[in-house]
């Protein structure tokens, strides 16, 4: 369901839409709440007048009924008069009842003569004034006891404590602060549909404002999406739009970088691998040109013609070996595997080469280390840095191998006694194809491929490799490959 309202409705995923609705809820909802609050403010207010209005009426009465004896004589005509005044001015109802819970006066003149007990009557008895706003039925009810103070017939003095003589019942219509409640409800809902049309046209404006420096960016964007540009973009007007903007213009300086590594990775492959094709060619040709060739000249160009077949199928294997670390680490083969033998092997491998170039090989195993590693891949990456040592040494030199591991890696040190790196290559040393000493490059021998195949085994163990070289002076490599490979 979700997925077929992005699909069918994609207008309400719109970033404008949504900054339109949260301005138009920030403005629509307090002045709801607004008007909700003052309208119920107003009626609770007017209630509270009038029940304090009647209340002192009704106690004014009540002592009328106890000056004028009316709960012993309800003839009185003065108190008549009050009583039916009072439920004329109020549109409702007064009862008087005495003690014995009988009424006595009823200005509707139904209950007269009849028994009335109920709760809120019974509280009033004890002294208890109750009142009670019916919304409803619009009317407020309250009792109020009729008390007086006993005098003492023997000492002349008025007792402290009151004596419940009767009960008055009285009910008051509030039909006029519903009235005002429904006019003033009519004018606040007004008011109330012209902010919203002011708020709609408001929140449409600052909707388009807002959104426009976004429209900024994907404009940028779209300008540079047909090539990678050196003009980066810039849109300053939000501190959201610049982070951005400085990202998109990282990634676009990032891409860039790729698309021209890409170019030159497939220039230098398709150098490196036509340079011997170029030279067979030659060297083919001069053979079928030439009658009677002696077979000492013969050999001599099969002999360079073989050379260059196994430098191009070098090249092959190493690009393929390139291709398959580029891979996911679904491909790794890990497996518990002895570092050190597989180090020993490495050197026993590579010691006719170094007996060639005249350098010493020299393996330090500081301790004994066990790990989960694909060794085929490592072996790739650590021959490959031992080989380089050798290859870029003086005759006579050194390359140290040196061991480690602590409760989380183990480390491999290749140390040499060679040329050394410039400061300015070290940081092109990973690329493909990438030579350091391009003078010396075809004596050596090699693609350039090994220090990348090197790097992308390292980084599928979730390793590091640093270095550390001074032109003269030698290099240092350093990998730190996990104990434990976690997926």
């Known amino acids: 369901m979700k997925k077929y309202f992005r699909k069918g409705f994609p207008f309400f995923r719109s970033f404008r839409l949504r900054i339109f609705l949260i301005i138009l809820c920030a403005g629509i909802i307090p002045a ?3 008007r909700y609050v003052i309208v119920n403010a107003y009626e609770n207010r007017a209630v509270d007048v009038k029940k304090k209005e009647v209340e002192n009426q009704v106690r004014i009465i009540a002592n ?27 549109n409702g109802r007064v009862m008087i009842m005495d003690d014995t819970f009988r009424v006595i006066r009823d200005t509707y003149g139904i209950s007269e003569g009849k028994t009335m007990i109920s709760e809120e009557v019974i509280k009033c008895y004890r002294g208890e004034s109750h009142t009670h706003y019916n919304r409803r039925y619009q009317y407020i009810e309250m009792t109020v006891p009729i008390t007086e103070f ?5 000492t002349g003095e008025t007792s402290d404590v009151s ?58 964007i779209t300008a540079v999406r047909a090539g990678f540009s050196d003009e980066e973009i810039s849109v300053p007007d939000y501190y959201e739009t610049v982070h951005i903007v400085d990202a998109f213009n990282q990634l676009q300086r990032r891409m860039k970088a790729f698309d021209d590594s890409r170019q030159e990775f497939v220039a230098n492959v ?10 067979m060619k030659v060297l083919a040709d001069s053979l079928l040109t030439q009658d009677n060739v002696p077979v000492e000249i013969y050999r001599e160009f099969m002999e360079d ?25 679904a491909d790794m083969s890990i497996q518990q595997t002895d570092i050190n033998s597989l180090v020993e092997q ?10 060639q170039h005249e350098v010493e090989l020299i393996f330090e195993s500081l301790r004994a280390v066990s790990a ?62 990438y030579r350091v000493d391009k003078s010396h490059s075809k004596e050596i021998g090699g693609t350039g491929l090994g220090l990348a195949i090197t790097r992308s085994a390292v980084l599928m163990h979730r390793g590091s490799i640093q270095v550390e070289s001074a032109l003269g002076e030698g290099t240092t490599f350093t990998m730190r490959i996990p104990l434990i490979y976690i997926v």
């Open 346 to 355: 490495i050197l026993k491998r590579l010691r006719p080469i170094a007996v």
């Open 270 to 279: 398709s150098h490196e691998l036509k340079t011997p094709i170029t030279s």
């Open 305 to 329: 013609i073989s050379a260059e077949i196994d430098r191009e199928n070098e090249i092959i294997n190493d690009l393929l070996t390139l291709v398959k670390m580029d891979k996911t680490a």
């Open 372 to 433: 989960n590693v694909d060794s085929v891949k490592l072996t790739l990456a650590v021959s490959n840095l031992i080989e380089n040592a050798i290859k870029y040494n003086h005759p006579g030199g050194w390359v140290r191998i040196v061991l480690d591991a602590d409760h989380q890696v183990f480390t491999v040190t290749v140390q040499d006694s060679g040329i050394g790196i410039a400061k300015e290559d070290l940081e092109h040393i990973y690329e493909r194809f």
């Open 64 to 90: 009328h009924l106890l000056a004028y004896g009316y709960l012993e004589d309800s003839s009185s005509e003065v108190v008549n008069a009050e009583l039916n005044q009072l439920s004329n001015l109020y």
């Open 150 to 154: 006993p005098v003492n017939m023997d």
């Open 32 to 34: 709801t709440i607004l």
């Open 163 to 220: 004596v419940c003589r009767g009960v008055m019942l009285v009910s008051a219509s509030t039909d006029n602060i519903a009235i005002t409640r429904a006019i003033l409800n009519r004018k606040s809902m007004v008011v109330l549909f012209t902010c919203i049309g002011c708020m709609v046209a408001i929140a449409i404006g600052l909707s388009y404002i807002l959104i426009r420096p976004f429209n900024k960016i994907t404009q940028a």
